[in-house]
């Protein structure tokens, strides 16, 4: 069949429906997909993308080479759809014979045509009212995708519902709260579906005292089928079963005072061929070892792979990556399965595929979570010197815990890797990982760390337990790794510029796509990284592509609009230089086909804030100063870090509401923003306000000032 033809035709049908006011979708046309278990284990179908990472086996590779190394100078813009009022777009969609569905802003699901990009369904959770005005300020609005499975399409919010609903109508069947709404738990991944079960995590470990677990539900009631906690509770209570049991000989003090943590909040994976569960868990809470464990002990299952039984939840096995964690090395990164001729002469073994935060690559035996191999994938690593083969644990480098002192690790919170998903193209034999070069300052000498509470229900990454120590100006860079696993080292790589680019998409046309947070959308030669293909999106980019046909046409699909902690908390000043302010770009979701010819969409300009400095208002330090723990705790999680917007919430700097402090109490302390998404902090008395805006205008007055770096 000729390309062009094809094209063509997709086209003059498109005009046709668009003309004709019809906005079905066109899966009526096509023999329906019942998308169960057989289907979902086939890594071979190509024309759908059914789960977040395609199929069961989280590959993101898909088998379709219409578009291909060759054709791909005539690759275009098919479609764009226009998303106003949505912020973060991070979802991967799912396309299911030809309707595609994806979560947006505050957890908001959407059914597209793909062949007409037109809007066939939308549902809003209303996640913020259901939240209410206090409770929203502890949910992360960063919603990566949604589960489809037998007619249903399953999303988790983010106040910590579970809610399917039906694939054509968009109508809601049932819905389930999975997280205590007294505790600051939230829901930012998908949901994954098997086996009649959809099992969800959440996160929420630096927002409180949180115990991590993994609930799975019966699809089709939302009846909850079975849990497993991360961490241990409190003994006294008595514990679950013998792995609770197991897991609290790992742990010293009061633990359970303070949550354990462990949160799973991203990758969670279902084997087909062990019929078996993978949870990727989170780090401790807090974050600071000394607080939570002050014993020490390996802290189980932080920061592990755990295998659960599929049907009944319980302990198979697990590996950790970081024993003890105590510093944000969490493993909820995406966990890929592959079959791996690992020894000339010696059949395919069933490994998993794993490149968490701590900057190790891991292939690991799925059949009993045997440590076949680890490496570096990070160039910089400074809290360990490698892993031990023989215990499989890493071997920590002198004074990385920061037990007296200050010390600068490689990598940062951020990790080496974070949930931007990898890609792994079984053709090539090689893993597409974005990586982040950046190290965290980690300094507990002022913390009390025997006496530590929580200040507030707010978030308190920042000065309460220990990170913040200074980090050279400057640093801050990332790449587009290929990694070979079987050898377990780098074959090529693109260096980049600042960090924070999304998720990888890897096809047999021998293509890698990936978008960059600068709004460069790029494809890649798989083989040797060769650039191909580029366009400019006009804005910056936080979600994976995914590619799938309709009627023997490849398309690619792309959310644009940038999200996730480094617009949110870190990249402030990254976002900023591009122009990726609050509220100046339209998010999108683009098509790409061969022979596109559409203009890109107008998303509005690059915007640069300018910081308001009124004459006569000269900041005090020492309320500057309290002004910036304030910010730290309660502001910087949406508003980002040094009061530069990252483009997620408003830039305060510029904020006429920081003017007047009558302003300010009723936004801040009454919620009169609350629906709007800017939360109530009824805590933060008068003068807390008021040292905040004497922070604020310092840094407004900075912007003055020539860049120190
Ligand atoms: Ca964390």
Redesign the pocket.
Same mark, same amino acid.
């Given at each position: 069949m000729n390309v062009n033809n094809l094209g063509r035709i997709a086209r003059a049908a498109a005009i046709f429906v668009l003309a004709a006011g019809i906005c079905r979708p066109s899966h009526d046309a096509i023999a329906e997909t019942i998308v169960d278990d057989a289907v979902l284990a086939d890594p071979d179908q190509k024309e759908n993308w059914l789960a977040y990472g395609k199929d069961f086996s989280e590959q993101r590779f898909s088998p379709l080479d219409q578009i291909n190394a060759d054709s791909i100078s005539k690759l275009g813009l098919a479609w764009s759809l226009a998303l106003p009022g949505d912020k973060s777009l991070l979802s991967t969609p799912l396309v299911v014979d030809g309707t595609m569905y994806f979560t947006g802003s505050y957890s908001k699901a959407r059914a597209v045509d793909v062949k007409t990009g037109k809007l066939v369904w939308e549902y809003d959770p209303e996640t913020l009212k259901h939240a209410g005005a206090d409770r929203a300020r502890n949910m992360w609005d960063s919603s990566r995708g949604l589960a489809f499975y037998k007619g249903k399409v399953i999303i988790g919010t983010a106040d910590g519902r579970l809610i399917a609903l039906d694939a054509k109508s968009g109508s809601p069947i049932w819905s389930t709260q999975t997280t205590d709404p007294k505790l600051p738990q939230y829901i930012s991944g998908a949901p994954k579906a098997f086996r009649d079960l959809v099992v969800i995590g959440n996160g929420g470990?630096?927002n409180g005292a949180g115990r991590g677990y993994v609930t799975a539900y019966h699809v089709e009631t939302g009846k909850q089928a079975w849990r497993f906690y991360v961490v241990p509770g409190n003994p006294a209570d008595g514990f679950e079963d013998e792995t609770q049991e197991m897991a609290a000989k790992t742990w010293t003090g009061d633990w359970w005072k303070h949550g354990g943590g462990g949160q799973t909040w991203n990758g969670v994976t279902y084997d087909p061929d062990y019929d078996q569960i993978l949870i990727g868990t989170? /780090?401790g809470a807090p974050w600071n070892q000394k607080v939570r464990s002050p014993g020490g002990g390996d802290n189980l299952f932080l920061c592990s792979i755990v295998a659960l039984d599929a049907t009944t939840g319980k302990y198979r096995w697990h590996y950790q990556t970081v024993p003890g964690e105590t510093w944000?090395y /969490?493993s909820n990164m995406d966990i890929v399965l592959a079959d791996l001729a690992l020894e000339e002469g010696e059949g395919k073994r069933k490994v998993l595929l794993h490149a968490p935060k701590n900057g190790f690559f891991y292939v690991i035996d799925r059949k009993d979570g045997k440590l076949i191999s680890a490496e570096a994938f990070a160039k910089k690593i400074t809290w360990a010197t490698g892993i031990d083969m023989k215990t499989g644990r890493p071997i920590e480098a002198e004074g990385a815990r920061y037990e007296t002192k200050p010390f600068l690790i490689y990598p940062s919170?951020f990790g080496a890797h974070s949930w931007h998903a990898m890609s792994y193209n079984p053709e090539t034999g090689l893993v597409y990982i974005p990586t982040i070069e950046l190290p965290s300052g980690w300094d507990d000498t002022k913390v009390n760390l025997k006496d530590w509470t929580k200040p507030s229900w707010d978030m308190d990454v920042a000065a309460d337990i220990g990170l913040g120590g200074d980090i050279p100006k400057g640093v801050g860079t990332s790449s587009l790794l290929a990694w070979d696993p079987v050898k377990q080292r780098k074959v090529w790589e693109v260096p980049q510029r600042d960090y924070w680019h999304a998720g990888t998409l890897t096809t047999a046309g021998n293509l890698v796509f990936q978008g960059r947070i600068d709004g460069h959308f790029l494809a890649y030669d798989a083989r040797d990284g060769k650039e191909l293909w580029s366009v400019n999106v006009g804005l910056g980019i936080s979600a994976p592509p995914v590619t799938y046909s309709v009627d023997g046409i490849q398309y690619v699909s792309l959310l644009v609009g940038p999200g996730g902690v480094g617009v949110n908390i870190g990249g402030g000043s990254i976002m900023a230089q591009y122009g990726w302010a609050y509220g100046a770009q339209v998010r999108q979701l683009l098509t790409f086909a061969l022979d596109g010819n559409k203009p890109m969409p107008d998303v509005g300009p690059p915007s640069f804030v300018t910081a308001l400095t009124p004459a006569g208002f000269t900041p005090d330090d020492q309320l500057a100063d309290h002004g910036e723990t304030v910010y730290k705790r309660s502001c910087a999680f949406c508003h980002s870090a040094g009061a530069v917007s990252g483009g997620y919430a408003p830039d305060l700097r510029a904020s006429e509401v920081f003017l007047d402090v009558e302003q300010l109490k009723k936004v801040v302390q009454e919620g009169a923003l609350a629906l709007n998404g800017m939360p109530r902090f009824r805590h933060l008395a008068d003068d807390a306000l008021k040292a905040l805006q004497h922070y604020v205008r310092k840094q407004a007055l900075k912007t003055k000032e020539p860049p120190s770096n």
């Open positions: 470990s630096e989170g /780090n944000d /969490n919170a």
